[in-house]
Each structure stands twice: as C-alpha cells, then as structure tokens.
C-alpha cells in the first residue's frame, strides 16, 4: 500500500520570505504522480503543482517549486516570495500512474500562515 | 478550465431523510469521478469511486447501501445519502478526473458540500 507522510503539521512564514513544505512517500510503484493541493479556508480544493515520476525536471509554477528526489521518495514544495493569499491547508497527494481508477492518496496536510 | 461544481453548497436536513448531492465537470468530460469526505481539520478521505455507466466502486467501510452514487453522464455524479443520520453530518467532496492531454491524471475537485443533520 501507498502512504504519504507529511511531517509538519504547522508552520509559518513572513509575507515575502520563502517556505519549504516536506512531503514523503513510500511505495513499490516505478510510473506514479505526485501532487501538491491546497485547501484555503474556503475549503476548495485548488492544484498547486503536479509532477510525473519519470520526469527528473522539477516541476515549477510561477512561485511554487518541488524538489522531487525519486530515490529518497521525497517531493517537497517551496513558496517564494510568500503572500498572504497563501495561508491554507497544503495537502500532498500521490497516484499510481495507470489502471482505470487512479486514486489520490493524501498526507495528513500542512496548515501554512503567511504573516503580515 | 477544468471547473467542478459542487450543489448544494450546504444543506440541512432532519434525520432519516435522504440528501442528493451534484458534482458536475463544466469545462471537461469526466468518464471517473470521486467522492471524499472530510472531517473537520482532518485529510479527506475516500469514500468511492464513481465509472460513467458502470456501478461505484466503495472504499472498504463505506455503506453502498446508505451512500447510493449514479454516474449517468460524462459530466455529472451525484451522491445520495439515504436516510440521513446525525453522524453523516460531514463535508462531502467530488473530484473529476482529466483524461485530456498533459493532465493525465489529475484530479479537480468541487468547492464541497457541508451536510448537517439535525
């Protein structure tokens, strides 16, 4: 069985500064995803940032960036630049690539605070 | 792109009564869609796995019989909770699966449902 693991339940970060989010996993699969949700307190549901396992470029969107290391099954997300907007739940996510109904299984989350 | 919508956004009802919940794809068609439930300050949780055409497949611990899914169409699911009692009281979320292109994948999910049973 997949498991997902994110070690830090809380953190918080200056409006500006950088953060980096911990995630690992653990799983016997070769073609996998990996993803990074966040949930503000609106509770949607929003992709951040999605990265497939035989990729070995990191993927990046405007201020969120991963460092995906395969080996260590490790896939971490960093905030540049942090703003307020970004306070939410973040929640990794990791799915067997294939097969008919590729289901999400998610970490425990991270509740981020971005202060003024 | 890639929009679900999620109604009712919340709703209220007397115990023993059922809930019909609608989860549509707007932009995208969905063949496999999902339902979640979340606990408050908790992870989500599957509940099921619903197939457009084809019967739902449950998570083990999840009553078919009490969370009845439908899958009629490329764009809408929806989630019946029968008989609805207090401890059903939970948010419910749906995520549509994008087949198309570069999103092979990935998963959309509706703003969510808060279901309270009185």
């Known amino acids: 069985a997949q498991t997902v693991t994110q070690s830090q339940p809380e953190m918080s970060v200056q409006e500006a500064e950088t953060v980096t989010l911990s995630c690992t996993y653990d799983?016997?699969?070769?073609?996998?995803?990996l993803f990074w949700y966040k949930q503000p307190p609106s509770r949607q549901m929003i992709l951040v940032i999605r990265q497939e396992a035989y990729k070995q470029q990191n993927a990046t969107e405007n201020r969120f960036s991963v460092n995906f290391q395969k080996a260590a099954k490790s896939f971490s997300l960093k905030i540049s630049d942090s703003q307020l907007g970004d306070t939410a739940m973040y929640f990794c996510?990791?799915?067997?690539?294939?097969?008919?109904?590729?289901?999400?299984?998610f970490g425990k989350g991270t509740l981020l605070t971005v202060n003024p | 792109g890639a929009v679900v919508s999620q109604h009712p956004s919340r709703v209220i009802c007397k115990s023993g009564t059922s809930v019909k919940i609608e989860c549509r794809s707007l932009d995208f068609q969905a063949t496999t869609m999902f339902w979640y439930r979340q606990f408050p300050k908790q992870s989500l949780m599957l509940m099921a796995t619903?197939?457009?055409?084809?019967?739902?497949?449950?998570e083990q611990g999840v009553e078919k019989d009490k969370f009845l899914i439908n899958h009629a169409s490329l764009t809408l699911s929806t989630l019946t909770v029968t008989s609805a009692h207090p401890e059903d009281s939970s948010f419910y979320i749906c995520?549509?699966?994008?087949?198309?292109?570069?999103?092979?994948?990935?998963?959309?999910f509706g703003p969510g449902t808060r279901l309270l049973v009185l």
């Open positions: 995520s549509a699966r994008d087949i198309r292109g570069g999103k092979v994948g990935t998963q959309y």
């Open positions: 996510a990791f799915m067997i690539g294939g097969g008919s109904n590729y289901k999400l299984t």
């Open positions: 619903s197939n457009e055409g084809s019967k739902a497949t449950y």
């Open positions: 799983t016997s699969e070769n073609n996998y995803y």
